[in-house]
C-alpha cells in the first residue's frame, strides 16, 4: 500500500536517514476516519468481523420481520375462508414473506459468515477489498429498509417474489410495491455483486502460505462457489429488474403482449437467476456444515475432494436445469424432457454430498452437541427436501405438483430445513468464536427441539396437502374442495399452522439464549478451542483482534489447526494428543509479524450506499429527486477515489522502545 | 539593443506594413485588411520593444546575484492545454450562436470543463514546489471526474461513427464490413497478448490511427447520409402502416425479416399457389375457416409461399364515426403485415373487439390483389 | 470398506440397535400412509379419473416409492451412526479423508437410480404431448378471476358432435366420456394455469400464446379444478369445474346450448328482468339472441368496461351450477349433493336438469348481485382505475335495490 503525502521539507533528519514515511495530512474532508471504540466505529468500519456482524445482526432482523409475515399467512390459513388479512394483504405477505427471506435473511446470513470467516480460515488479515466490503453492507441494509419502507408508503410489492409478467404491470399492480421491490432489489443486488468480487478477489489471492486450493476448508470452498454463482447470476436479474422499472416507469413494452412481446422472457430471465440463487443460498450452509460434522465426529470430512468438486458441479450444472421451473408454462416437450433430466442429474452431486456427510459421522466419536444437532437435522431434513426434488423433477408428475402445498413443502425443507438450520449450527459452532461466550447447551437444546419439531409440523402436512391439490398462493381455502374425512385440507392446515407457532416459539428461544448467554453472571468465558476444532479460525484469540493473526500461520494440511495438536502414529493409525490449542496459539504467535497494516476506517462506503435509495424514491415520487441522488451519488464516488489511503497518524503507535532500527508498528491491536 | 526575439517581432511587423502597402494596392483602397495589418504591425513592433528592454529576458553572466531569483530561473507553470481548449470553446459557442444551438451547447460544456480544468491546473501548480506531486495532486483531484467522462466520450465518439457507417452501409456489405473489423481487432488484440513486450507507444500509435480513421470515416458518412432504403423509409414514416392495400405506400424493407415467435401462435396463414389456408394448433389439415376468441391479442403468423410479394390483411369490422350533421364515417378495422416476399414470414397481433355477428360481412383473413385468398374469420 | 461391511455385519447380530432405523421407517410410511387418507379430496393428485393423469400416475406412484425407499436407507444409515458411533469413550478414530471405492459405488448407484427414473419419464412426457388423435377442440380463456370456454364450430366439432354454431360458456367445462378433447389453452391479461387434477396436469395460459392440453375423462361426473399461477388479488377465486357426460347426455346438452333465445313472457318479472338486464348487465355480459327494444340484437361491449375484454356469457346461466369463476355454487347445499354425488348412471341426468327455482341457492347469487367486489376481491374501487384508463378488472357494485335484484333473478333463472 503506498502511501501519498506532501513532501515536506522538515522530515527529521538523525544520522542521515529519515525515520519513516510520515503520513499524509489529509485534504479537508476527505481525511478518514480514526480508530474509535464509540458507535461511530461500526459506522466507519471496514473491518470484516465487524462488518460479518452487523450483516448478521440485521440478516436476523429481517428474519424476525419475514417471519411475522409467515405467521400471518398461517394464521390466515388455520381456517377456511380466513378473515385476518384481506386478499391485498395476503398477496403482500407472501411476496414479501419470500423477498424478505430470500434476500434479506438467508443470502446476506451467509454473507455474515462468509465475512467473518473466510479471512479467518484462509489466515489473512481482512478482505481483498475492505471498503468495498462495508459499501455491500449498506448497500444491503439501505436496499432492505428501502424494500420494506414500501409498508408504509401504500403497501409492499403484491406480484408473488418471482413477479411474473404481466402480473407486474402497472396495469394489474398500480401500487408502488413493485417499483419499490425492483429497486430495492436492485440496490441488495449491488451489495451481492461487490461482495461476490471481493470474496473471490480474497480467496484467490490471499491465502496463507501453503494452503493450497485443496486445503482450503470446506467452508470456504462452498463460499467460493457460492460467490461464482452469484457473479454470474445477479446480472441477470439486474437486466430484468431494469426492464420491469422500464416497463413500470418509462412505459416500455417489454412484456406486452399486445406490441408483439411474449411475457414468458420475464419467467426465462428470472430462473435463469432463480435457480442458481436456490444453491446460492443451501451451499453456505452446506459448507458450514461440512466443518461442524467432522468436528463433532473427530474425523475429518470423507472425501473432501468430491465434497469440494460436487459443490462446484452444482455451481455449473445448477445454470442448465431453469426451465424446471416451467414445466407447465408451455414449452415443447423436446425442453421439457431436456429440463427434466439436467435436473435429475444434479440430484447426483448433490446425492455425493449426503453420502458424504454420513460418511463422515460413519465410524466417528460423535458428540451431540446443539451445532451437531442442527447440522444432522439439515442432513435428513435435506434428503427429504432433495427427495420431493426428485418426484418433481419428473416433468409429468411436476404439472400435477407445482404450484401446490407440495413444492412450498418441497423449499422449505431444502431451505428452512436445510439453509436455515446449517446457519443456526454455524450460530451455535461459531458464538464463542464471535463473542468469547459459548451459547447455553440447555437452552440450545430446546431452541434445537422446537424448531426442528415447529419445522416438520409446519411443513410435512404440505406435502399432504399438495398432493391433496390445494394450489400455493390462494388467501382462502375452501371446505369445497378440503375432501371429508378427518384428514383433510382442514386438518392439515391446522397442523401446519400450529407448527408454525412451535417454531416461531423455537426462534424466539434464539434470541432467548443469546440474552441469557451475555446477561448471566453465570455462563463463563469460552475456553479458546471449546469444541476442539480444526481449522485455522481457532488458531487465533476469541474474539480475533482486528488484525486477525499476530503471525501468519504457514499451512501445511488441509484441517491445520487438528494436525498441529493432533499426532497420528504412523504404524497404528492410532491419534494422540500432543499439545493444548493454547501451545499452539502461544507457540505461533512467540515471533509476532512485524508492520502489521491494516486498512483505514472509511465514510464514504456508508454515504454512497445512503444516496442510492434516494435515487429509487426519486424515480418512485419525483424525477428530481433522482437528480439530487445522482449528484449524491457522483459526489460521494468522488470522496471516496479522492480520500488518503490512510488515516493521520493518530492511528500509528509510535516506533516501539528498543525495537531500533526506526521500526514503525503500524497498528494499536484491540485488546 | 536587437536581442535575438526581439528580431523576430521587428522583422515580422515590418512585412507587416509592407503587407498592409500591398494590401491597399491590390484592392484599389480598400482600407479594413490594411487597418488590421497595421494594427497587427504595431502590436508586433511593441512586443519587439518589450524583448530589446529586458533583453530577452536574459541576465548577465557575471551578474551573479541574479542567478537565483531572476524570472527566468524560475519554474515555469507546466504545459498546459486548457487555453487552447478555452479559445475553441469560445470560438464554437460563437459560431453555435449563429448556427445551431447544438454547438452553442456542447461550446458551453466545452468552456466550463476547460475553465475548471484550468483553475485546478493553476491551483495544483502552486500546490508545492515539487512538480511531481504537484501532478499528482491535481491528478486526485480530476482524474475521478477526467476519466470516467473521458471515456464515455471516447465510447461515445466509437458508438457514434460506428453507427452511422453501418447507417450508410448497405445491407449486403454490412455483415462483410463488421466481420473484417472484427477479424482485425481480434487479431490486434491476440498479437498484443502474445507480444507482451509491445511498446505502449506502438499500442497507442495504432488505437490512435483506428480511432481516428473510425471517426473520420464515420463523419464522412454521416454526411453522406443513411443508405437509401432507411431514407425511404423515413420519408414514408418508417414503416408506419398506413393502409392495407395492394400497393406499396409504406417502405417494407422489414418484410423479408424471419420471425422468431413461431410456435404457440394463434394461427399459422400461408399463402401458397394463389390460395389462403391457415394452421392452428390442435386442429387436424389446413383450415380456410378459423375461429379467434374476442377481445384476445391473437398472434398471426403470415406466410408467403407465393411468387412475388404479399401482404395479409386481417379485417374485423368497422367503426362508424359520426362526423355531425348526419355525415358519417365508415372506418374498417384492420390490421395487415407488410410486404412478405417468397419465402418470408411476419407476424402480427390482432385484438378483435366484438363478435362477429356484430358485422354484418363478417371478418375475413385477405391477401390484397388476390381475389381467392381468403379465409373466414369466427369470433364467437 | 471390508471395515465397515464388518461392522454391519456385526449390528445385525444385535437386532436391537435397529430401533432408531425402524422409528425413522415407520415413520416415513406413516406420512405415506396419511397422505393417501385424504381419499375424497376433489383436487387429489392421486385419483386419475381418465387416461391422461393415470398416465402420470403410473409414472409418479414408482417415484415416490423409491424416494421413500432411499429416503428410508439415508435415515437409517443417519440414525445407525448416531447410535453406534456416539462418543462412549472410544478412542479418537483413524484420520481417514475417505475411500475411493465407497464413493465411485455410492455415485454410481444413484446415477442407475435416476437413470431407471429417466426413461419413463421421457416416454410420458411425449405421449402427453401427442395431439394427432384429437377428436373434439375447444379453447379455453383464462382472465381475471373466471375461465371462458368456447366450443367453436369449426371442423370435427360439427361433424361429430353437432356443434353447428359456437357455444361460450363459463365456469364448468362440458366433455364427452371417453372423448380425446384438446384444450387449447390461452389468457385475456395475465397468466393463469388450467387444472383438472383428475383428469391431466396442468398447463399455463399465456397471453398471446395458446397451450394444447388433452382432457378426457373415463367416467361421467363432476371434476373440480383451481387455477394454480397466481393471477393477482382473487386468485383464490379462480375455480373451474370439468363436466364429463356420456355421450347421449352430451348431445342433449349441444342441443340445450344452441335453443334459441326464449323472450320472456309479457308482465312477468322475467320481462322487467330483461329490460333491466339490457340496461345494466349487458353492457358486459353477452346472452345470445337477446334484442334491444327497437328490435336490434344485444351485443354487450365488455372491451369498453372492462380491463381483459371479456365477461361470462349469461345465456344459459342456469344449466351450469356454479358461478363467478366456480367460486359459489348456484344449487343450494341439497341440491348440490345430488348431483356432485350421483352415480356415473345417474349423473347425466341430474347435471342436464339445471336449476330449478327451488333448487336455487339464492343466498349467494342475491349477495353477488348486491355487491359483487365484497364477496370477491375484484379490484372494483372507482377511485383506483386510473391505471386502467377508467375499466374494472371484474364486476362492480351496481347498487341494485331489492327489487331489482329480485326481478334481475327471475330473469337469470330463465336462462337455461
Given at each position: 500500500m503506498t502511501i501519498i503525502d506532501r513532501p515536506s521539507t522538515d522530515v527529521a533528519v538523525i544520522g542521515g536517514a529519515p525515520t519513516g514515511v510520515k503520513p499524509s495530512e489529509a485534504l479537508g474532508v476527505f481525511k478518514r476516519p480514526a480508530a474509535s471504540t464509540s458507535w461511530r466505529d461500526w459506522v466507519v468500519t471496514v473491518d470484516h468481523k465487524k462488518l460479518g456482524i452487523m450483516y448478521g445482526v440485521t440478516a436476523f432482523f429481517f428474519f424476525i420481520v419475514g417471519g411475522v409475515e409467515a405467521l400471518l399467512i398461517r394464521l390466515q390459513l388455520i381456517s377456511p375462508d380466513g378473515k385476518v388479512l384481506n386478499a391485498d394483504q395476503y398477496n403482500q405477505m407472501f411476496t414479501m414473506h419470500a423477498t424478505t427471506m430470500v434476500f434479506l435473511f438467508v443470502m446476506p446470513m451467509a454473507a455474515a459468515f462468509a465475512n467473518y470467516f473466510v479471512p479467518l480460515q484462509i489466515g489473512a488479515r481482512d478482505v481483498a477489498f475492505p471498503r468495498l466490503n462495508a459499501f455491500g453492507f449498506w448497500c444491503f441494509l439501505?436496499?432492505?429498509?428501502?424494500?420494506?419502507?414500501?409498508?408504509?408508503?401504500?403497501?409492499?410489492?403484491?406480484?408473488?417474489?418471482?413477479?411474473?409478467?404481466?402480473n407486474s404491470s402497472t396495469l394489474f399492480s398500480p401500487s408502488h410495491g413493485i417499483d419499490f421491490w425492483t429497486l430495492g432489489l436492485q440496490i441488495t443486488g449491488i451489495a451481492s455483486l461487490t461482495g461476490a468480487i471481493n470474496l473471490i478477489v480474497t480467496v484467490l489471492n490471499m491465502r496463507a502460505p501453503g494452503m493450497k486450493m485443496m486445503r482450503m476448508p470446506i467452508f470456504t470452498w462452498m463460499v467460493l462457489v457460492t460467490q461464482f454463482l452469484l457473479l454470474f447470476a445477479i446480472p441477470v436479474i439486474t437486466v430484468a429488474l431494469f426492464l420491469l422499472t422500464f416497463q413500470r416507469s418509462f412505459d416500455a413494452t417489454f412484456f406486452d403482449v399486445a406490441s408483439g412481446a411474449d411475457p414468458l422472457l420475464w419467467q426465462h430471465l428470472f430462473w435463469i437467476f432463480g435457480h442458481p440463487e436456490v444453491y446460492i443460498m443451501i451451499l453456505p450452509s452446506f459448507g458450514i456444515i461440512s466443518e461442524v460434522i467432522p468436528v463433532f465426529s473427530k474425523k475429518p470430512l470423507f472425501g473432501y475432494p468430491i465434497v469440494a468438486m460436487s459443490g462446484a458441479a452444482i455451481g455449473f450444472v445448477g445454470w442448465g436445469v431453469w426451465a424446471h421451473h416451467m414445466f407447465a408454462s408451455g414449452l415443447g416437450p423436446v425442453s421439457v424432457t431436456v429440463f427434466s433430466m439436467a435436473t435429475m442429474a444434479i440430484a447426483v452431486p448433490t446425492g455425493v454430498k449426503i453420502v458424504n456427510w454420513v460418511m463422515t459421522m460413519w465410524g466417528g466419536k460423535l458428540s451431540f452437541t446443539v451445532p451437531m444437532l442442527f447440522a444432522i437435522a439439515l442432513?435428513?431434513?435435506?434428503?427429504?427436501g432433495g427427495l420431493s426434488g426428485v418426484t418433481h423433477a419428473v416433468a409429468p408428475s411436476d404439472t400435477q405438483q407445482t404450484d401446490t402445498y407440495y413444492i412450498v413443502a418441497h423449499f422449505h425443507y431444502v431451505l428452512f430445513g436445510g439453509a436455515v438450520f446449517g446457519l443456526f449450527s454455524g450460530f451455535y459452532y461459531w458464538w464463542p468464536k464471535m463473542f468469547r461466550r459459548q451459547l447455553s447447551e440447555g437452552l440450545g437444546k430446546w431452541n434445537f427441539w422446537l424448531m426442528l419439531i415447529g419445522m416438520n409440523l409446519t411443513f410435512g402436512p404440505m406435502h399432504i396437502l399438495g398432493l391433496q391439490g390445494q394450489p400455493r398462493r390462494m388467501m382462502v381455502w375452501t371446505e369445497a374442495r378440503a375432501g371429508e374425512g378427518l384428514f383433510n385440507f382442514g386438518f392439515w392446515n391446522r397442523v401446519a399452522s400450529i407448527g408454525s407457532f412451535v417454531l416461531g416459539i423455537g426462534v424466539l428461544l434464539f434470541l432467548v439464549n443469546v440474552i441469557y448467554t451475555h446477561k448471566s453472571k453465570k455462563v463463563a468465558i469460552s475456553p479458546l478451542d471449546p469444541w476442539d476444532a480444526r481449522t485455522l479460525e481457532w488458531m487465533t484469540h476469541n474474539p480475533p483482534q482486528e488484525h486477525n493473526f499476530d503471525t501468519i500461520p504457514t499451512v501445511g494440511h488441509l484441517d491445520e489447526f487438528f494436525h498441529r495438536k493432533y499426532e497420528t502414529d504412523a504404524s497404528t493409525h492410532s491419534v494422540k494428543q500432543v499439545h493444548s490449542a493454547e501451545e499452539v496459539m502461544a507457540e505461533l504467535n512467540s515471533h509476532p509479524d512485524e508492520h502489521i497494516h491494516m486498512p483505514s476506517r472509511s465514510y464514504w462506503p456508508i454515504l454512497l450506499a445512503l444516496s442510492l435509495p434516494v435515487i429509487g424514491y426519486g424515480l418512485i415520487y419525483n424525477r428530481m429527486l433522482m437528480a439530487v441522488g445522482a449528484a449524491l451519488v457522483l459526489l460521494t464516488m468522488f470522496g471516496w477515489s479522492m480520500e488518503p489511503s490512510t488515516s493521520p497518524d493518530e492511528?500509528?503507535?509510535?516506533?516501539?522502545?528498543?525495537e531500533g532500527g526506526g521500526h514503525t508498528k503500524e497498528l494499536s491491536p484491540l485488546g | 539593443m536587437i536581442t535575438t526575439s526581439s528580431k523576430l517581432f521587428y522583422g515580422l511587423g515590418a512585412v507587416s506594413i509592407a503587407g498592409s502597402i500591398v494590401w491597399i494596392i491590390a484592392h484599389d483602397g480598400g482600407a479594413l485588411g490594411a487597418v488590421a495589418l497595421v494594427f497587427i504591425a504595431v502590436a508586433l513592433l511593441f512586443l519587439g520593444g518589450i524583448a530589446s528592454y529586458v533583453r530577452d529576458g536574459h541576465i548577465l553572466s557575471t551578474d551573479t546575484e541574479q542567478h537565483d531569483s531572476a524570472p527566468a530561473a524560475q519554474r515555469g507553470p507546466s504545459h498546459s492545454w486548457f487555453p487552447l481548449g478555452t479559445a475553441l470553446a469560445l470560438g464554437m459557442l460563437v459560431v453555435g450562436l449563429v448556427t445551431s444551438p447544438g454547438i452553442f451547447k456542447v461550446g458551453v460544456a466545452l468552456l466550463l470543463a476547460m475553465l475548471g480544468e484550468w483553475l485546478i491546473q493553476n491551483w495544483s501548480d502552486r500546490a508545492s514546489s515539487d512538480p511531481s506531486y504537484n501532478e499528482r495532486v491535481r491528478g486526485w483531484v480530476v482524474h475521478p471526474l477526467e476519466i470516467p467522462i473521458g471515456g464515455a466520450l471516447l465510447l461515445g465518439v466509437i458508438v457514434l461513427s460506428f453507427s452511422r457507417i453501418f447507417l450508410a452501409l448497405s445491407v449486403e456489405a454490412g455483415p462483410i464490413v463488421f466481420a473484417i473489423l472484427g477479424a482485425l481487432v481480434l487479431f490486434f488484440g491476440s498479437m498484443l497478448s502474445i507480444r507482451r513486450g509491445t511498446s505502449k507507444r506502438l499500442v497507442g500509435a495504432v488505437c490512435g490511427v483506428a480511432l481516428l480513421a473510425l471517426s473520420v470515416v464515420g463523419v464522412a458518412l454521416a454526411l453522406n447520409g443513411e443508405r437509401e432504403g432507411l431514407t425511404i423509409a423515413a420519408e414514408e414514416d418508417h414503416f408506419a402502416h398506413r393502409a392495407c392495400g395492394e400497393e406499396a405506400e409504406e417502405s417494407d424493407e422489414d418484410a423479408v425479416r424471419a420471425v422468431s415467435a413461431k410456435s404457440s401462435v394463434a394461427a399459422t396463414v400461408t399463402l401458397k399457389d394463389g390460395a389462403l389456408y391457415a394452421e392452428m394448433d390442435g386442429y387436424s389439415g389446413p383450415l380456410t375457416s378459423i375461429s379467434l376468441q374476442r377481445a384476445w391479442n391473437s398472434s398471426i403468423l403470415f406466410l408467403n409461399e407465393?411468387?412475388?410479394?404479399?401482404?395479409?390483411?386481417?379485417?374485423?369490422?368497422?367503426?362508424?364515426?359520426?362526423?355531425?350533421?348526419?355525415?358519417?364515417?365508415?372506418?374498417?378495422?384492420?390490421?395487415?403485415?407488410?410486404l412478405v416476399a417468397q419465402g418470408g414470414q411476419q407476424g402480427v397481433v390482432v385484438n378483435i373487439p366484438k363478435p362477429s355477428i356484430s358485422s354484418s360481412e363478417g371478418f375475413s383473413i385477405t391477401v390484397p390483389g388476390l381475389e381467392g385468398a381468403s379465409i373466414e374469420v369466427m369470433v364467437p | 470398506m471390508k471395515k465397515m461391511i464388518d461392522q454391519v455385519g456385526e449390528s445385525m447380530k444385535t437386532a436391537g440397535r435397529w430401533r432408531n432405523a425402524s422409528k425413522a421407517a415407520i415413520a416415513v410410511s406413516a406420512l405415506t400412509f396419511v397422505a393417501s387418507c385424504g381419499r375424497d379430496a376433489p383436487q387429489d393428485t392421486w385419483q386419475p379419473a381418465g387416461p391422461n393423469a393415470e398416465r402420470i400416475d403410473n409414472l409418479q406412484r414408482p417415484v415416490f416409492y423409491v424416494a421413500g425407499i432411499v429416503g428410508v436407507i439415508v435415515f437409517a444409515a443417519v440414525a445407525w451412526s448416531m447410535y453406534r458411533y456416539r462418543d462412549r469413550g472410544q478412542a479418537i478414530p483413524e484420520q481417514t479423508h475417505g475411500k475411493p471405492a465407497v464413493e465411485i459405488v455410492l455415485t454410481v448407484i444413484p446415477v442407475l437410480i435416476l437413470l431407471g427414473v429417466a426413461i419413463p419419464t421421457a416416454s410420458t412426457i411425449f405421449k402427453l404431448a401427442e395431439t394427432s388423435d384429437t377428436e373434439m377442440t375447444i379453447n379455453v380463456t383464462g382472465q381475471q378471476w373466471w375461465w371462458e370456454y368456447d366450443y367453436p364450430a369449426v371442423g370435427s366439432n360439427i361433424e361429430q358432435y353437432g356443434i353447428t354454431a359456437p357455444i361460450v360458456t363459463a365456469g364448468q367445462?362440458?366433455?364427452?366420456?371417453?372423448?380425446?378433447?384438446?384444450l387449447r389453452v390461452t389468457s385475456r391479461d395475465v397468466i393463469h394455469s388450467y387444472w383438472i387434477p383428475k383428469l391431466n396436469g396442468k398447463k399455463d395460459s399465456v397471453p398471446g400464446r395458446v397451450h394444447l392440453l388433452r382432457m378426457e375423462g373415463s367416467k361421467p361426473g363432476i371434476y373440480a379444478g383451481q387455477c394454480t399461477e397466481f393471477c393477482g388479488l382473487s386468485h383464490a377465486y379462480m375455480r373451474m369445474e370439468a363436466v364429463v357426460l356420456a355421450r347421449a347426455d352430451y348431445d342433449k346438452w349441444v342441443a340445450n346450448q344452441l335453443e334459441e333465445y326464449t323472450v320472456p313472457e309479457v308482465g312477468t318479472d322475467a320481462a322487467a328482468g330483461e329490460a333491466l338486464f339490457i340496461q345494466q348487465c349487458s353492457r358486459c355480459h353477452q346472452v345470445n339472441g337477446l334484442k334491444n327494444s327497437d328490435g336490434s340484437l344485444n351485443i354487450a361491449a365488455p372491451e369498453q368496461n372492462l380491463v381483459s375484454g371479456a365477461a361470462p356469457n349469461l345465456t344459459n346461466l342456469m344449466t351450469r351450477n356454479t358461478f363467478a369463476g366456480a367460486s359459489w355454487d348456484l344449487l343450494t347445499p341439497e341440491c348440490r349433493d345430488n348431483v356432485w354425488n350421483a352415480s356415473s348412471a345417474d349423473f347425466g341426468e341430474r347435471y342436464l336438469a339445471g336449476v330449478s327455482t327451488e333448487c336455487l341457492n339464492q343466498r349467494d347469487l342475491r349477495e353477488w348481485l348486491r355487491n359483487a367486489p365484497a364477496k370477491k376481491p375484484m379490484y372494483a374501487d372507482p377511485t383506483k382505475l386510473t391505471s386502467t384508463g377508467g375499466l374494472y378488472r371484474g364486476m362492480p357494485a351496481l347498487g341494485l335495490t331489492e327489487d331489482q335484484i329480485n326481478i334481475i333473478v327471475a330473469y337469470l333463472l330463465e336462462r337455461k
Open positions: 439501505f436496499g432492505g429498509l428501502f424494500l420494506n419502507s414500501s409498508w408504509f408508503l401504500g403497501g409492499g410489492a403484491d406480484g408473488g417474489w418471482f413477479m411474473y409478467a404481466p442432513v435428513v431434513q435435506f434428503t427429504i492511528d500509528f503507535d509510535p516506533p516501539a522502545p528498543g | 407465393d411468387e412475388g410479394e404479399h401482404r395479409m390483411v386481417v379485417t374485423y369490422g368497422k367503426v362508424v364515426e359520426s362526423l355531425g350533421g348526419g355525415v358519417e364515417r365508415e372506418t374498417l378495422l384492420q390490421a395487415c403485415t407488410s | 367445462l362440458v366433455i364427452p366420456e371417453n372423448t380425446k378433447v384438446l
